[in-house]
């Protein structure tokens, strides 16, 4: 065919100057070649439909649900122990793993390193997260004890007021809801955060600590607050309600996290994550002493321990990522720029870090 459109176009000149005529014959079948490779390309090219949206590219199917867990995080330890979340995805074809975590920090860096795509901890650690640029979303809010969260001394330690802590050798997890309880406690009393010996250490590092004496106060969370008022001889300095009072549940609740990518693709997945979640706060709030015995195997606590754990446990509501929810974080995250403890100030509220569906899931 093309050959016949390259002799059609030779023949108008056939009979003119050789030179010019070899000229003609390479500007024909130049000519011809460019018409064939346009036609081509309009065959590659996509119709132009008024239905796009079969054109975008779906997501990749979902057959793992990566879950991070810590101790403190009580729903999501309920669902793992009970399997629910596994009973619901398995006719989707989909499975689930679990990791565990010592506190929001390291939770929140396996998420960004892909070991995990949903987890729970603090609202603090997201904040040192967020300064660090790492990628993750608050997908919902989770309220709880106000009582669990406390800052211990021994029984014998001449510390009697937040006053004393002046000075004195005070643990935490880096990045906890500790992190921020100690700097806002510190300030109730007109002292700064320099004005004490901070030493981030996690539970399991702290707890032997503690028991030596090389600490002077430890801030901790339950269940290793009950753990540790049980068994030993510890004093109450003050807890999350003490330095917050009737705020304590908005300023310093804990969240559930997820990966951006699992937020974008998989939302139906991450609704009946949360489903499940809430479903494990009416049950453990309305049968704590059953809640209870499940906690303390998996925890590997007394039974004695996890009822008081669990009798402090709150509302345990799971909550959409509210304006009102994120203004407590914000005060934190503003306090901590503040203090230099993050590099950066950062708006909480941003909307690449937060979830915020058009309804109740």
Not at 107 to 129: H, N, P, Q, R
Not at 191 to 208: G, M, R, S, V, W
Not at 343 to 358: A, E, F, G, R
Request: aromatic letters at 8%; glycine letters at 8%; a positive charge.
């Amino acid at each position: 065919m093309l050959r016949q459109m390259i002799n059609k176009i030779l023949g108008v000149f056939k009979g003119r100057e050789l030179f010019k005529y070899q000229k003609i014959k390479v500007f024909a079948v130049l000519f011809v070649l460019g018409i064939g490779l346009s036609l081509a390309i309009a065959s590659c090219a996509p119709s132009n439909s008024a239905d796009t949206s079969a054109q975008k590219p779906q997501a990749p199917k979902l057959t793992v649900l990566k879950m991070g867990h810590q101790k403190g995080m009580a729903l999501l330890n309920i669902i793992k122990a009970q399997g629910s979340l596994e009973k619901r995805l398995q006719p989707l074809g989909i499975s689930v793993t679990w990791n565990e975590f010592s506190s929001t920090a390291p939770l929140l860096d396996g998420m960004g390193a892909g070991a995990i795509v949903f987890g729970g901890g603090g609202g603090t650690g997201s904040v040192f997260a967020q300064a660090g640029d790492k990628p993750f979303v608050r997908v919902a809010a989770g309220t709880g004890s106000t009582r669990g969260s406390a800052i211990l001394v021994q029984e014998n330690s001449p510390i009697k007021t937040l006053t004393d802590l002046k000075g004195k050798k005070v643990a935490f997890a880096k990045g906890s809801g500790q992190h921020y309880i100690i700097v806002r406690a510190l300030e109730k009393v007109g002292l700064k955060f320099t004005d004490i010996q901070p030493l981030y250490l996690t539970p399991a590092e702290a707890l032997p600590a503690f028991e030596r004496g090389d600490i002077d106060a430890w801030l901790i969370w339950d269940p290793y607050t009950a753990e540790a008022e049980r068994k030993l001889r510890t004093r109450l300095l003050a807890d999350n309600s003490t330095v917050f009072g009737d705020k304590a549940a908005l300023e310093s609740p804990s969240f559930y996290y997820a990966a951006p990518d699992f937020v974008r693709e998989h939302q139906d997945i991450l609704k009946i994550i949360l489903q499940e979640l809430e479903k494990a706060g009416t049950w453990s709030r309305e049968n704590y002493k059953d809640s209870a015995k499940l906690l303390s195997k998996v925890y590997k606590i007394d039974l004695k321990t996890m009822e008081t754990v669990e009798e402090r446990g709150g509302q345990r509501e799971v909550l959409p990522v509210t304006n009102e929810v994120l203004s407590g974080l914000q005060r934190m995250a503003d306090t901590f720029y503040d203090l230099k403890i993050i590099p950066k100030k950062i708006d909480i509220k941003d909307k690449n870090y937060n979830w915020i569906p058009d309804q109740k899931w």
